[in-house]
């Protein structure tokens, strides 16, 4: 027997709904049907993210998304700095330099967030800087920033703010419009519950005045005023991804009928487990301001991460993460997000006694089960 358990960041677990929705027969999308379809759809990404902006939906993964966004927002004359702590960060940073931008690219020590203050700095000491963008979950060291903190700051300073969303919108606290960011940006694959395929990008107001002033759209297909004009008529630029586009409307449902507050409770929980967890099975948390939406941990001394995730995976169907770039060999990811709950941590968890047993790792067996359930019964109190 051989059943696929998803516990890597992004693709994440599908709901079956979801699965069978996208097998039913479509129909045209130029027609009121699609319509009125997009139109729902667009109400619960609001939601979904928690923004009174549209949420623009873009054909291709969240890379494009983010793409289209940093097109937009750096009209020529504009300055931009990038924070960079993981393989997502310096993404950013690589684009604009691509388009051959004017960019700062303040890199930090990966597995440490930003300090504010920093930012705060830059934008006291080069007053060119017109926009900061950032990753507020970095999912490649599973690390978190603080945003509300740092859109204080963008915020008072006048400076559009980006932020990669990709692994916290619909799993983490996130207020966009509350914290003055101007951009959220995020993607199908991870707490959307979708296969991959579609990006997702809010503007605010603030954003829209600076994008529509850019007269040098570099873009075509990745352009965000084409895509607002279709999305005001419930419509698309281009042909969207059908199925993916029903999928979506069904994993919104699933989201919305918990609530976001339920939503992000239960990644905060299965987290949280995961790293008592990992702590009772000397296991060590690698980030220094852990992200709730996968957890990382550093690979004990004697043993291989390929070792570990070739066992999750031959021997329980669990495909996990290894480290990007400097990381690889060096630590695992695990996550929680998308169609995972509390008993999936726990299977998760057991396997991974099971595997670091076989392999000599020296822990007490059940001790990280233990600790898990301590945590889950704790929190239903
Ligand atoms: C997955 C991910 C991306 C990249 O998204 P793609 O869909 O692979 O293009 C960007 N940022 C973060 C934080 C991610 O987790």
Redesign the pocket.
């Known amino acids: 027997m051989k059943k696929i358990r998803l516990y890597t ?2 693709p994440c677990a599908v709901p079956e709904e979801v699965l069978l929705e996208m097998a039913r027969p479509f129909e045209h999308h130029r027609t009121d049907w699609f319509k009125g379809f997009m139109k729902q759809v667009r109400e619960k990404l609001r939601e979904v993210v928690q923004t009174k902006n549209e949420v623009l939906v873009i054909t291709g ?4 998304a ?1 793409e289209a966004a940093i097109v937009a927002c750096n009209p020529p004359g504009s300055k931009m700095l990038t924070i960079e702590g993981g393989k ?1 960060g310096q ?1 950013w940073g690589e684009i604009a330099e691509q388009y051959g931008f004017d960019v700062i690219r303040h890199e930090i020590e990966w597995g440490t967030a930003i300090d504010p203050k920093v930012i705060a700095d830059y934008l006291k000491k080069d007053p060119a800087i017109t926009v900061v963008m950032l ?1 507020h ?3 490649s060291t599973g690390t978190l920033c603080d945003l509300e903190a740092i859109g204080q700051i963008t915020n008072a300073a006048g400076k559009l703010l980006i932020a ?1 969303c ?2 916290s919108a619909g799993a983490l606290p996130l207020k966009p419009d509350a914290w003055g960011v101007d951009v959220v940006i995020t ?1 199908a ?2 707490s959307l519950m979708l296969p ?1 395929g579609l ?1 997702f990008v809010s503007v605010s107001d603030r954003a829209w005045k600076v994008i529509e002033s850019n007269k040098k759209q570099h873009a075509y297909y990745l352009n965000l005023i084409s895509a607002r004009k279709s999305a005001e008529k419930n419509d698309t630029p281009f042909t969207p991804a059908h199925l993916l586009i029903r999928g979506l409307n069904k994993a919104l449902d699933i989201l919305l009928e918990d609530g976001m507050e339920a939503v992000w409770k239960r990644v905060a929980s299965m987290a949280a487990a995961t790293r008592a967890a990992g702590e009772a099975i000397n296991l060590k948390v690698f980030s220094k301001r852990p992200s709730d939406s996968v957890t990382a941990f550093s690979c004990p001394e004697g043993i291989k991460v390929p070792d570990i995730r070739n066992g999750l995976q031959s021997r329980f169907g669990i495909q996990s993460a290894g480290g990007q770039d400097h990381l690889k060999g060096k630590i695992f990811r695990i996550g929680h997000m998308g169609y995972v709950d509390e008993m999936d941590t726990i299977l998760a968890i057991a396997a991974l006694e099971q595997v670091l047993y076989t392999l000599g790792h020296k822990f007490n067996l059940g001790a990280g089960v233990t600790a898990a359930q301590k945590v889950f019964a704790e929190r239903m109190k």
């Open positions: 960041p992004g993964s969240g890379t494009a983010a997502f993404r990753t979950s970095e999912t990669d990709i692994t993607g694959q991870k991959p990006g």
